[in-house]
Nanobody
């Protein structure tokens, strides 16, 4: 099994910063890809930032230049540094890991709430 432990959410004023962390453990294998997604009330879950299998990064247009995804492979941990936060960034943020063993299997964290007040 795979476990994802997220932390770092909270309440922040517009213009502020937060850093999310997601530590993976269990049967994550040697080839996996991690990323962050978010879901606002009444909206579909969407990509925020993620690594690709080739090691590059993808960002949603709405966060590019404000958010930075990074990882510590030794700790199997991925981070999301969020700067210049806006009220529209308010959502539950989810960490996802795709474990690749021939095919990919997705595992999701429990989510962490980020609320940005205006």
């Amino acid at each position: 099994q795979v476990q994802l432990a997220e932390s770092g959410g909270g309440l922040v004023q517009a213009g502020g910063s937060l850093r999310l962390s997601c530590a993976a453990s269990g049967s994550i294998g040697s080839l996996n890809v991690m990323g962050w997604y978010r879901q606002a009330p009444g909206k579909q879950r969407e990509l925020v930032a993620a690594f690709t299998i080739g090691g590059t990064t993808n960002y949603a247009d709405s966060v590019r230049g404000r958010f930075t995804i990074s990882r510590d492979n030794a700790k199997s941990t991925v981070y999301l540094q969020m700067n210049s936060l806006k009220p529209e960034d308010t959502a539950v943020y989810y960490c996802k890991i795709t474990v690749v063993r021939g095919w990919g299997t997705d595992y999701w964290g429990q989510g962490t709430q980020v609320t940005v007040s205006s």
